[in-house]
């Protein structure tokens, strides 16, 4: 039972290292300054005052721990006897203290991970001037196991690479008409900005009265909230398409003209650039586009039947598209490589979503089969998803077909660009009232609807598209088939 | 008047320390508290009705307490002299939560019996405290478990995204609030006990008046007398509560909306419970402490324990050794603003800007209005002095007869089972049996996710009450997570400390943070009141797998050196009443 352990005990880093299973280690250990080839993991420099903390044995059958919470965050000056972290045994967590005075130069293991008993978990610099170093440590330490914190060693490359940007703002740290203010922050952004390691001071808030949000946070961290770890859902991440282009991306900056004095730079969360990534990807496919005039005085009267039952606009396009695909199969195709059609088995029709600061773009799998209140019900749950940040990657990468609505903001046409790794995407613009005239020479006011399809052309041909098109059009305005 | 919502005996160590903050019916702090009085507490509010409207009533306690020897003089030739025969046996005044239990064992004991109240049945606990506040955590608690992705999986539940009605959470709590009250009325008036409505004064001995404003005033007589007015919301001065932006306990109960961050002021029970609720209702808080730490008053391993798990991975943040010196409500298109001070330097520190504060910086005791001045009684920072049978003490430092004061008013103990038990032994010493109640025994608890409950002295108590008297200490702790039960519920958070004497095995205190934490403390709390050992109690059976066993285990992992009772010959005296030192 864990009381015994409990009672009065406070475990020290010496105490890991002398405890019971390391016995033999522990005179080298105190005596030569030697690296052990033995255990790479149990490194130990003695020639600097850089040490590591180890996982400490907390029982004597405990073989691995782990973390719960590190009382101390890196950069804190600890003092011997101080709680620095929480470690959880097999038994019961306890607090384990720091045996000498110094600074908490690195966490090695973050939190909610586990070490086997023995393994540095972080790294403690007498000075400040050797916290450096034990982060240049820290980052080989870490290695494979990287804990979920970015990883300390791309961490200066990055800001020197983001460092000529940067000068243009410096007098005015945020750009708030008030002047110098001060910077209000909620417990929460402070908690993810010390986690994050986000100088708050850097951040513009957002939120009521200017304060910064937990959500500014996680954009100047550039990382997308919530429990997924999986990277954000983002536009149309398939598969890497064309790497070369990325050269042309970097080396353009390059010859970007200086920043006008009293600019801003806010740089990409990753969501936004995914986004980038993609759109330069996009450049590398020949595409075309193909418009189409859609009547929709049938579909609208439908709308107005159905929605009380929680169909939404959203779910009838991309059901009548889903339906339109299935005799149309070479438009859900995709082209992976220039030489081959690669015809896709279901028709997943992605729908492009702006989410603040970014885009979404949540799948509708197999949209040609599901009835439409399914899809409504589906679309309604991926969306509160998204907004949650908790899509899965099957849920926003696995579209074989892209909508693109605009309409509610009264654009009445518009051109999409191709997402990587797919066939085409379809722009619908507003529906309006039209005068239209029939084959008689009669006038009537129809509401009609503008449809751009972009699509690659290495497989899809503009016959292919028109005739496309022309099954969508009859389907919109003959809806009933959406409901069956 | 109000259980785990207040802040107990803690309440003096939450306001103790708060000198700026202290509470004197004679300075003009007191005045400053009138308003909140006067806009929350009906009692309060007839209370003015007997003084003239146009006078204040601090201005009216200053008065009289300058004036009290005249007044002492003329009531000694007016209404001086005990009535020969009474109206009742027992008048209590003011029907919380204290003056119910002691109705009740009043009733039992064949007492003629009225309770006078001037606002609602119920007090504190019931409509503005324990009560409200359980439905409020109800929710939170599930609103917690729901939330936590990693929690529902480990079960193999799957729920999609939970989210709530304000106003069905407010409605919940309303309910319950209302309910409990009507039980608590019917059950006095089953029983046959007189509910006399309106405020009651005491206008000489055994004598009290009550009446409505504008309605004449009855005086009834009683043998006895008990005063259990109870307490309202303390606010410290410079704060300005309007009841929206910046709250007490009594408007946060009503949930009337869910800030996007509040601050809240004081870190004691009511502080904790709130954070609570409002975390798991997706605010983010700020708390702001008076005192170098959080949670002063817990055992501090309970209270590090508890930080780790209620607040650090919570969206709360903390200001420690400050005091809240301005408090301005949202308004003009302006935040709340708060000022901050360093408690000890004095010197302004911080300045914060949050949508909401709640202030709930501890309770004042409610006894303005009730006449003491009529039988020269002056009250310490508001609270009547009793002795430790619950009786009064004048000016003099004399008993006053036949009355007595119970609960948040008297300060001994603010929780409403305290002032119940404390109302029970009054009537248990009315009818003939003297008694007392021991205070160490009164559990008290904190109903955050998980809770906290606790009975007897904390560790640095004991350690400071062993070394003046020259005895050991022990201290023995279990984890909830050796428990069966606990893991079940995938709740292995959690630890019961056990603070005992071990050379005659004697219960000094017990503290748990776990799940159901406050349900777990009576086997301890029972424990202590009735003398049982350490060896005695580590013999009784727990049914397997039961949450209880943290406290069995508890127990038999204590080490005391005494034998157990059933192998000493004289099985005579085992359940002797706690040490003289226990009172």
């Known amino acids: ?484 | 008047m109000h259980s785990a919502l207040s802040s107990l005996s803690f309440s003096q160590a939450t306001t103790v320390p708060r000198s700026n903050y202290a509470f004197d019916s004679h300075s003009p702090a007191f005045a400053l508290s009138q308003p909140v009085n006067l806009r929350f507490c009906g009692l309060r509010r007839e209370a003015f009705g007997f003084s003239s409207l146009t006078q204040s009533c601090s201005g009216r306690v200053r008065v009289s307490s300058r004036g009290h020897s005249k007044k002492i003089s003329a009531s000694a030739v007016g209404n001086g002299t005990p009535p020969k025969s009474f109206d009742y046996d027992l008048i209590i005044i003011g029907a919380g939560v204290g003056g119910h239990g002691a109705a009740l064992h009043a009733v039992e004991k064949g007492l003629k019996t009225a309770i006078i109240e001037g606002d609602v049945v119920g007090g504190t606990c019931v409509n503005r405290g324990c009560v409200p506040s359980k439905a409020l955590l109800a929710v939170s608690g599930r609103m917690r478990e729901l939330q936590s992705e990693h929690h529902m999986k480990a079960f193999g539940l799957q729920v999609s995204a939970a989210g709530y009605d304000r106003q069905g959470v407010a409605d919940h709590a309303n309910n319950l609030a209302s309910k409990i009250r009507s039980n608590l009325t019917n059950s006095m008036k089953a029983l046959g006990v007189d509910i006399l409505t309106g405020v009651g004064t005491i206008v000489g001995p055994q004598k009290v008046k009550y009446g409505k404003v504008g309605f004449p005033d009855n005086i009834v007589t009683a043998k006895d007398i008990i005063i259990a007015t109870g307490s309202v919301p303390f606010v410290p001065k410079g704060i300005e509560v309007d009841g929206k932006t910046v709250i007490t306990s009594d408007h946060a109960l009503k949930l009337e909306f869910v800030p996007d961050w509040i601050a809240i002021v004081g870190s004691g029970y009511i502080g904790l419970e709130f954070s609570d609720v409002y975390t798991a209702l997706g605010s983010e808080v700020t708390f702001i402490e008076a005192l170098d730490q959080l949670m002063p008053g817990f055992d501090p391993e309970i209270g590090k324990l508890a930080q780790r798990v209620l607040i650090n991975p919570r969206k709360i943040d903390y200001h420690t050794g400050v005091f809240a010196t301005k408090i301005t409500p949202a308004r003009d298109g302006k935040p709340v603003i708060i000022e901050l001070t360093d408690a000890k330097t004095k010197e302004p520190k911080d300045t914060l800007e949050v949508d909401a504060a709640l202030i709930a910086t501890g309770r004042a005791p409610f006894t303005n209005g009730l006449g003491l001045e009529n039988i020269n009684v002056v009250t310490q920072r508001g609270f009547v002095p009793v002795d430790e049978r619950m009786r009064v003490i004048d000016a003099n430092g004399k008993l006053v007869t036949h009355l007595y004061c119970i609960g948040d008013a008297n300060g001994k103990m603010m929780l409403a089972h305290a002032a119940s038990a404390q109302g029970i032994s009054v009537v248990e010493q009315v009818t003939g049996r003297d008694h007392m109640l021991n205070h160490l025994s009164i559990p008290a608890a904190c109903f955050t996710h998980p809770e906290i409950s606790m009975v007897g002295m904390t560790e640095p108590q004991a350690r400071e009450k062993a070394e003046k008297e020259g005895f050991e200490v022990s201290v023995a702790k279990t984890s909830f997570k050796a428990n069966t039960k606990a893991l079940a519920e995938n709740e292995g958070e959690g630890l019961a400390k056990l603070i005992y004497r071990p050379d005659n095995g004697e219960i000094l205190g017990v503290h748990i943070f776990g799940l159901h934490a406050a349900d777990l403390i009576h086997e301890a709390s029972n424990a202590i009141a009735l003398g049982t050992r350490i060896q005695d109690i580590k013999f009784a059976v727990h049914a397997h797998p039961t949450l209880s066993e943290v406290l069995d285990e508890l127990f038999k992992s204590a080490k005391s050196t005494q034998q157990p009772s059933y192998q000493k010959k004289h099985l005579g005296g085992i359940c002797s009443f706690a040490d003289d030192s226990h009172t």
């Open chain 1, 1 to 484: 039972m864990a009381s015994p352990f409990l009672s009065n005990t406070t475990i020290s880093f010496s105490s890991s290292l002398s405890s019971s299973h390391l016995p033999r280690l522990l005179p080298s250990i105190s005596f030569s300054p030697i690296r052990f080839k033995s255990n790479p993991r149990r490194i130990l420099i003695v020639r600097s005052k850089i040490r590591e903390i180890f996982m400490p044995a907390l029982s004597s059958t405990m073989t691995e721990g782990k973390i719960v919470s590190w009382v101390k965050s890196e950069g804190d000056k600890l003092s011997k006897g101080e709680s620095v972290v929480v470690v959880e045994s097999d038994k019961a967590d306890m607090d384990v203290e720091t045996f000498y005075d110094g600074i908490l130069a690195a966490i090695v293991v973050g939190e909610g991970e586990t070490a086997p008993v023995g393994a540095a978990i972080g790294i403690l610099a007498e000075t400040e001037d050797e916290i450096a170093e034990a982060k240049a440590k820290a980052a080989s330490k870490s290695g494979a196991s990287t804990p979920s914190a970015p990883p300390p060693s791309p961490a200066p490359a990055a800001t020197s690479t983001l460092a000529p940007p940067k000068p243009a703002p410096a007098p005015a740290p945020a750009p708030v008409a008030e002047g110098p203010r001060k910077t209000v922050a909620t417990p929460h952004a402070k908690k993810l900005a010390k986690q994050h390691k986000v100088d708050i001071e850097s951040v513009v808030g957002t939120g009521p009265y200017g304060r910064i949000t937990p959500a500014d946070i996680e954009a100047a961290a550039g990382i997308a909230p919530s429990k997924t770890n999986v990277g954000p859902a983002v536009v149309v991440e398939t598969t890497p398409a064309a790497p070369p282009k990325a050269t042309a991306a970097a080396a353009a900056p390059s010859s970007l003209p200086p920043p006008v004095p009293g600019s801003t730079v806010v740089p990409f969360t990753t969501m936004q650039a995914a986004v980038s990534k993609n759109m330069v990807e996009s450049l590398s496919v020949p595409t075309f586009r193909v418009g189409y005039p859609v009547t929709t005085d049938a579909l609208d009267a439908l709308y107005a039947k159905v929605k009380p039952k929680g169909v939404t606009m959203t779910a009838l396009l991309a059901k009548a598209a889903a339906m339109a695909l299935a005799q149309h199969p070479v438009v859900n195709a995709s082209c992976k490589d220039g030489k081959s059609f690669t015809y896709n088995s279901n028709i997943n029709i992605a729908v492009a979503v702006a989410i603040n600061g970014g885009l979404i773009t949540p799948v509708l799998q197999d949209a040609d089969k599901l009835d439409l209140y399914l899809l409504s019900q589906k679309w309604k749950e991926l969306v509160e998803k998204a907004r949650a940040k908790q899509l899965q990657p099957q849920e926003y990468n696995s579209g074989t077909f892209t909508l693109s609505n605009l309409g509610m903001f009264g654009v009445d046409r518009f051109d999409a660009i191709l997402p990587p790794g797919q066939g085409a995407i379809m722009a619908v613009g507003a529906s309006k009232p039209t005068v239209v005239a029939d084959a008689d020479g009669f006038f009537s006011v129809k509401n009609k609807m503008l449809v751009n399809v972009t699509a690659d052309h290495r497989i899809v041909y503009g016959a292919d598209l028109a005739a496309f098109l022309q099954t969508f059009s009859k389907i919109v305005e003959n809806p009933e088939s959406l409901t069956l």
